[in-house]
């Protein structure tokens, strides 16, 4: 079975960092890009950043490039998300996804395996 698991939430002071992991299990996901998405209490899920499946190319939302960081782990079928000079407005619940292509992917449609969630706190 097909599993992500995302880990490393929690609650953080503003300007605090957190790294997040998302351990793949069932199959290798080495061949799909791989992505974070968030959804704060009261508002739609977003897309956040992916990884291409050769790790040469990042995406990011406006709001988190400069601040957050993501990587891939082929070897270990894991992929991070590290997240520095937090803000309140980050606190959300963080979704790690498996897409079905290889390269850019930036939407929720791109994305057909999801994780159950990992939830991030950033206080004032």
């Known amino acids: 079975q097909e599993q992500l698991v995302e880990s490393g939430g929690g609650l953080v002071q503003a300007g605090g960092s957190l790294r997040l992991s998302c351990a793949a299990s069932?199959?290798?996901?080495?061949?799909?890009?791989m992505g974070w998405f968030r959804q704060a209490p009261g508002k739609e899920r977003e897309f956040v950043a992916s990884?291409?499946?050769?790790?040469?190319?990042?995406y990011y939302t406006d709001s988190v490039k400069g601040r957050f960081t993501i990587s891939r782990d082929n070897a270990k079928n894991t992929v991070y998300l590290q997240m520095n000079s937090l803000k309140p407005e980050d606190t959300a619940v963080y979704y790690c996804?498996?897409?079905?292509?290889?390269?850019?992917?930036?939407?929720?449609?791109?994305?057909?395996?999801w994780g159950q969630g990992t939830q991030v706190t950033v206080s004032s």
């Open positions: 990884i291409s499946a050769n790790v040469l190319s990042t």
């Open positions: 069932g199959r290798t996901f080495r061949g799909n890009a």
């Open positions: 996804a498996a897409s079905s292509i290889r390269f850019r992917a930036t939407t929720e449609a791109d994305f057909d395996t």
